[in-house]
């Protein structure tokens, strides 16, 4: 693992950068973070490559001129705006009896093939959320089982080829390299959720200036993510239309005035509002129809979130509730809204306390670069595969070198790649079920079909 290691969160209103020492241990160190307003990006996808790492170059410089490190090697976020997520399953057979490095990845290898990732999207995460050992006992950990077949239940996350190529260039273009690529909702829950609440199930909701990320984790893994390209930019400009104001004015009543319940104090009060038919005009607003327009626009998106758990199908499992993270959860009222809405608990969640937080990051808009910082100190799921299909291990890292098959180069591309990791599965099973020289037994027919059947 590196000492030094750079995280990048590229959001759609602000890009921060954090750079951290990776102590003894393995525990991180914030020793430099950077922050600039986001240009080129919207709603999650990059817009403007020139904007963009002129924004990413800036943050980035921030960071380094605060620690004193000079690091070109990062890990990015990625929104959910191009992802897809899809759910499959594998078996393999152990020849040896016992589960090892080399029949985890290639139970990954072919979920990974099962899944038939489109020709246009590329792998970013192959997530294992549940192992079983010979069709029936359940292993949180197989290293080193005894087993004869390893069944892996993996959650994989693709992304459009053509966003995630303008947004590494865009990367690229600030002078930086891309050391891995993680999911922005992904690294948020790191950041905010508890090993009992991935335990029990939780569902994750990142909600920022343009988008809205959703993750469910269920058994220690992240099960289900989407996205909904709405965020607290939208209330801003539902309250600049609604009061005829500027954009700058609405963001300042929104941050000033914004709450989501209203006491009946509340209700009797007005503020003066800058309208934009002339210099001087201004009018009295009552803060009963602010509360409206930003009620109305956080209502509606939350019911959205809410139909994307029921149709994750993981709804009945989410035993310890909804946690809130992001800008847009800040808004007072978040919680008791958010209640009524998903009929679940809910609390507001900011990023756990890591060695050196600068109090900009201590907010809940500080989850997913905290997060990045985390994930590349080992605190990501088990066997997790990344965008460039090594296996993480929370021991150390196993690369495709390190886990090839008798030796084997496997081929750079990925298609041809997965197909050969499917056949090299075939090949070593065939010692499992094929008949023994040596084997006394009078039923070689039935050994025989079953080579067959296997086979076919």
């Given at each position: 693992?590196?000492?030094?290691?750079?995280?990048?969160?590229?959001?759609?209103?602000?890009?921060?950068?954090?750079?951290?020492?990776?102590?003894?241990?393995?525990?991180?160190?914030?020793?430099?973070?950077?922050?600039?307003?986001?240009?080129?990006?919207?709603?999650?996808?990059?817009?403007?490559?020139?904007?963009?790492?002129?924004?990413?170059?800036?943050?980035?410089?921030?960071?380094?001129?605060?620690?004193?490190?000079?690091?070109?090697?990062?890990?990015?976020?990625?929104?959910?705006?191009?992802?897809?997520?899809?759910?499959?399953?594998?078996?393999?057979?152990?020849?040896?009896?016992?589960?090892?490095?080399?029949?985890?990845?290639?139970?990954?290898?072919?979920?990974?093939?099962?899944?038939?990732?489109?020709?246009?999207?590329?792998?970013?995460?192959?997530?294992?959320?549940?192992?079983?050992?010979?069709?029936?006992?359940?292993?949180?950990?197989?290293?080193?089982?005894?087993?004869?077949?390893?069944?892996?239940?993996?959650?994989?996350?693709?992304?459009?080829?053509?966003?995630?190529?303008?947004?590494?260039?865009?990367?690229?273009?600030?002078?930086?390299?891309?050391?891995?690529?993680?999911?922005?909702?992904?690294?948020?829950?790191?950041?905010?959720?508890?090993?009992?609440?991935?335990?029990?199930?939780?569902?994750?909701?990142?909600?920022?200036?343009?988008?809205?990320?959703?993750?469910?984790?269920?058994?220690?893994?992240?099960?289900?993510?989407?996205?909904?390209?709405?965020?607290?930019?939208?209330?801003?400009?539902?309250?600049?239309?609604?009061?005829?104001?500027?954009?700058?004015?609405?963001?300042?009543?929104?941050?000033?005035?914004?709450?989501?319940?209203?006491?009946?104090?509340?209700?009797?009060?007005?503020?003066?509002?800058?309208?934009?038919?002339?210099?001087?005009?201004?009018?009295?607003?009552?803060?009963?129809?602010?509360?409206?327009?930003?009620?109305?626009?956080?209502?509606?998106t939350l019911k959205l979130l809410a139909k994307s758990i029921e149709k994750s199908g993981l709804k009945d499992k989410i035993g310890a509730g909804i946690t809130l993270t992001g800008g847009m959860a800040n808004l007072e009222g978040m919680q008791e809204c958010a209640s009524s809405i998903f009929r679940k608990p809910v609390r507001i969640s900011k990023p756990i306390?890591?060695?050196?937080?600068?109090?900009?990051?201590?907010?809940?808009?500080?989850?997913?670069?905290?997060?990045?910082?985390?994930?590349?100190?080992?605190?990501?799921?088990?066997?997790?595969?990344?965008?460039?299909?090594?296996?993480?291990?929370?021991?150390?890292?196993?690369?495709?070198?390190?886990?090839?098959?008798?030796?084997?180069?496997?081929?750079?591309?990925?298609?041809?790649?997965?197909?050969?990791?499917?056949?090299?599965?075939?090949?070593?099973?065939?010692?499992?079920?094929?008949?023994?020289?040596?084997?006394?037994?009078?039923?070689?027919?039935?050994?025989?079909?079953?080579?067959?059947?296997?086979?076919?």
């Amino acid at each position: 693992m590196d000492r030094i290691i750079l995280g990048i969160d590229i959001g759609s209103t602000k890009i921060y950068a954090i750079i951290a020492e990776i102590k003894d241990d393995g525990t991180p160190h914030i020793v430099g973070t950077g922050m600039h307003k986001a240009e080129g990006v919207r709603k999650g996808s990059i817009t403007n490559i020139e904007q963009a790492s002129t924004a990413i170059r800036n943050a980035v410089n921030d960071a380094k001129m605060v620690s004193g490190e000079q690091i070109d090697k990062a890990i990015i976020s990625l929104s959910g705006a191009y992802t897809k997520s899809i759910r499959e399953t594998a078996i393999v057979n152990a020849p040896n009896n016992e589960i090892g490095l080399k029949e985890i990845h290639r139970v990954m290898q072919t979920a990974i093939y099962n899944a038939a990732i489109p020709e246009d999207h590329t792998l970013i995460h192959a997530l294992p959320y549940e192992f079983r050992l010979d069709g029936q006992s359940y292993a949180e950990d197989p290293m080193g089982m005894s087993a004869s077949r390893l069944e892996a239940f993996v959650h994989i996350v693709t992304a459009k080829k053509t966003a995630l190529e303008n947004l590494k260039r865009a990367v690229r273009e600030a002078g930086i390299e891309i050391k891995n690529i993680v999911l922005s909702a992904y690294a948020s829950s790191i950041a905010v959720l508890s090993n009992e609440e991935k335990e029990l199930g939780v569902a994750c909701l990142d909600m920022g200036g343009q988008t809205c990320d959703l993750m469910i984790y269920s058994g220690y893994s992240m099960r289900y993510c989407d996205f909904l390209s709405v965020g607290s930019h939208n209330i801003t400009i539902d309250l600049a239309t609604a009061l005829n104001a500027h954009p700058s004015i609405a963001e300042e009543i929104k941050t000033g005035c914004g709450k989501l319940i209203l006491s009946d104090e509340d209700k009797t009060k007005s503020i003066k509002v800058s309208m934009m038919t002339g210099e001087n005009a201004t009018k009295l607003v009552s803060l009963e129809i602010i509360h409206a327009v930003i009620f109305a626009r956080v209502e509606e998106t939350l019911k959205l979130l809410a139909k994307s758990i029921e149709k994750s199908g993981l709804k009945d499992k989410i035993g310890a509730g909804i946690t809130l993270t992001g800008g847009m959860a800040n808004l007072e009222g978040m919680q008791e809204c958010a209640s009524s809405i998903f009929r679940k608990p809910v609390r507001i969640s900011k990023p756990i306390s890591v060695d050196g937080l600068f109090d900009r990051l201590r907010g809940t808009d500080g989850a997913t670069a905290v997060g990045l910082i985390l994930h590349g100190a080992g605190q990501h799921t088990n066997y997790e595969m990344d965008c460039e299909r090594n296996i993480l291990y929370k021991k150390s890292t196993i690369t495709r070198e390190s886990t090839d098959i008798h030796n084997l180069e496997l081929p750079k591309n990925a298609r041809e790649e997965q197909t050969l990791s499917s056949k090299i599965v075939q090949i070593d099973d065939l010692s499992d079920i094929m008949p023994s020289k040596t084997d006394k037994s009078n039923n070689l027919f039935v050994r025989f079909y079953k080579w067959i059947s296997q086979l076919f």
